[in-house]
């Protein structure tokens, strides 16, 4: 009969997900506490940090890449920014950008969300 050690039956199975992200918001929650950050700021960078885990195969923060964070806003403009308005999914790219510029900072992710950036804003996400 199995299973023959009934302990077994009580631990806990983490999916791949639940993993990446609880590694993921430790840093997030570290972040915050060590630097004061407000609720607000905190929620954007959960935001994002789920939209990783859900939508990327990313494992490791430092993975992230500007491709990465343009999918972001390609993701929300395919829901027609109902989730989270244009103006917040800007801010919470540049909040994240603060976020690894503080944990890595070797890590410089440029994107220039100006308007004469036009092969930027033509070329978000049109495979939706």
């Known amino acids: 009969m ?17 993993i990446r992200s609880e590694r993921m918001e430790k840093q997030v929650h ?20 789920s939209f990783v885990v859900e939508e990327t195969d990313v494992i490791y923060l430092k993975s992230i890449t ?22 917040q999914v800007i801010k919470d790219i540049r909040i994240f ?13 440029n994107l220039d969300f100006s308007i004469l950036n036009y092969n930027f804003w033509i070329n978000i996400d049109l495979n939706n």
């Open 97 to 109: 950008r603060d976020f690894l510029n503080y944990y890595y900072e070797d890590m410089n992710i």
């Open 66 to 87: 500007a491709n990465i964070l343009k999918e972001y806003i390609g993701y929300h403009k395919f829901f027609g920014f109902k989730q989270q308005s244009f103006q």
């Open 30 to 49: 570290h972040y915050c506490f060590m630097n004061d950050i407000l609720n607000n700021k905190k929620a954007s960078l959960m935001r994002i940090i």
């Open 2 to 18: 199995w299973p023959l050690n009934p302990r077994i039956v009580s631990v806990p199975l983490y999916t791949d997900k639940e």
